[in-house]
């Protein structure tokens, strides 16, 4: 059974990284809109569990900042790739316990966008102050910035997995059944 729940999160992950590439809108400062990439590192928390969605979200970071790095401090590497993606991979598991969830599919991801969320807005004000226009607080333009890209895939992704069919197959992969599409 541990093999056939690793080699899932290992699909989810794949798929993370193959869906991340499909960028819709590219920010200056590092950051994107994507096709629903970011539903992929949340669901192996959300199945599994806090420590596989863990370990999923931290491989997904690593595999993100090798495929578009953009960093100026290390502190900086922290907060962007490996805190918001482990925050993805593990908001799925925030309510997970035994196989019983307490919240939607779609609660667990708003969650873990916004933990997600937090880890960038920090290293915003922290790290990106600067490219702030003159006279504009820190922290407003880290929120604006942050939430001009995240946003736009927070709606797509809660869309997609709210049509029929997806979330069909979503609730038939939960309950290990095979989905008749």
């Known amino acids: 059974m541990k093999g056939k729940v690793t080699a899932r999160a290992g699909i ?32 192996p928390g959300y199945f599994f569990g806090f420590k596989i969605g863990l370990i999923a979200g931290i491989i997904g970071g690593l595999t993100d900042f090798f495929l578009n790095p ?29 196989k019983k969830k307490y919240f939607s599919l779609t609660t667990s991801y708003l969650i873990a966008m916004f933990l997600k969320f937090i880890c960038h807005f920090l290293s915003g004000i922290i790290f ?27 709606i797509l992704t809660l869309a997609c997995i709210n049509i029929p069919v997806i979330k069909k197959f979503l609730i038939s992969f939960e309950t290990k059944k095979t989905p008749e599409i």
């Open 70 to 98: 953009f960093v100026l401090h290390p502190a900086q590497f922290l907060l962007d790739y490996i805190f918001a993606f482990g925050f993805l991979g593990i908001g799925g598991s925030l309510f997970y316990k035994s």
């Open 12 to 43: 989810f992950v794949a798929l993370g990284v193959l869906f991340s590439q499909i960028e819709i809108f590219k920010m200056p400062q590092g950051g994107s809109v994507n096709l629903c990439s970011s539903l992929f590192f949340v669901l």
């Open 128 to 154: 990106f102050a600067s490219y702030a226009p003159e006279n504009m607080n820190a922290f407003l333009y880290s929120f604006i910035y942050n939430f001009s890209y995240m946003s736009p895939e927070v």
